[in-house]
C-alpha cells in the first residue's frame, strides 16, 4: 500500500516562492522514480520535475524539469523522512495549477523517469498553487 500526501500550496504573487512537500508512506516498495506533476483548467496534466533515486546510497540521484520550470523550480528527495520536495522560485501566473505528487513502483530507468513521460502508479491527492 502506498500513499502520497502533499502540502505547501497556496496563494502567491508573480516572483514569489513556495515549497511543496510530499510524504510517501508506503508497505512495501515504493519505487525509485518520483515526481511533481500539474495541471491547469483547461490544460493536460504535464510532468514538472522528477527524480530518480535508490535510497540506497550507492548510487547518485539524478532530477529532471520541464523546460518551463528549468532554473526555477527544484525537485529534491529526504530519503530519511521520505518527504520530496519541490522548491519553486520566482512564480508566474502561468504556473498556476493544482500539483500532484506522483510514484511509479513499476521498473523505470533513470534515463526514462528524468528526461521522457512516464506514467505513476500512485498519485497524491494534490495541492493548489495560485499565482497573480
Known amino acids: 500500500h502506498v500513499q502520497l500526501v502533499e502540502s505547501g500550496g497556496g496563494s502567491v504573487q508573480a516572483g514569489g516562492s513556495l515549497r511543496l512537500s510530499c510524504a510517501v508512506s508506503?508497505?512495501?516498495?515504493?519505487?525509485?522514480?518520483k515526481g511533481w506533476f500539474r495541471q491547469a483548467p483547461g490544460k493536460e496534466r504535464e510532468v514538472v520535475a522528477a527524480i530518480y533515486s535508490l535510497g540506497d546510497g550507492t548510487s547518485g540521484e539524478e532530477k529532471g524539469y520541464a523546460d518551463s520550470v528549468k532554473g526555477r523550480f527544484t525537485i529534491s528527495l529526504d530519503s530519511a523522512k521520505n518527504i520530496v520536495y519541490l522548491e519553486m522560485n520566482d512564480l508566474s501566473p502561468e504556473d498556476t495549477a493544482m500539483y500532484y505528487c506522483?510514484?511509479?513502483?513499476?521498473?523505470?530507468?533513470?534515463?526514462?523517469?528524468?528526461?521522457?513521460?512516464?506514467?505513476?502508479?500512485?498519485w497524491g491527492q494534490g495541492t493548489q498553487v495560485t499565482v497573480s
Open positions: 506522483a510514484l511509479t513502483t513499476r521498473y523505470i530507468s533513470r534515463s526514462i523517469c528524468t528526461s521522457a513521460p512516464w506514467s505513476p502508479t500512485h
Open positions: 508506503a508497505s512495501g516498495y515504493a519505487g525509485a522514480c
